[in-house]
């Protein structure tokens, strides 16, 4: 088994110090994998493909996926989940208007 797979998790020491105190703190680490769609022309679909590669790697990781739209200007990942019109945006998070968590919407796959 190449090295690293098998493990969903490492431990590493952090060394604190602060008010007099050091000490190591042991920090889990979990293991992610970013992917990224991006084109400097408009329409060609980076929208629909995260979508679609969101919604494949949620039924893969059980329900264990995250997909952000970062196109602060016309965000329109929620369309393809229904979200008409959202309460809270990552562009509100950004700005401080909203909480980070608020901006987020959980969506089971079929």
């Not at 050091?22 to 329409?43: M, P, Q, Y």
């Not at 929620?78 to 919407?105: E, Q, V, W, Y």
């Amino acid at each position: 088994m190449p090295k690293g797979e098998g493990k969903s998790h490492e431990t590493r020491n952090l060394h604190v110090s602060g008010r007099g105190k050091e000490r190591d703190v042991g920090i889990r680490k979990k293991r992610a994998h970013v992917l990224g769609f991006f084109s400097c022309k408009g329409g060609v679909g980076k929208t629909t493909t995260a979508a679609n590669v969101g919604l494949c790697m949620a039924q893969i990781l059980n329900n264990n996926a995250l997909v952000v739209d970062a196109n602060l200007a016309a965000p329109n990942l929620g369309l393809h989940f229904g979200m008409m019109d959202p309460k809270a945006t990552i562009c509100l998070a950004f700005n401080g208007s909203s909480r980070p968590l608020r901006s987020t919407k959980r969506i089971s796959p079929p």
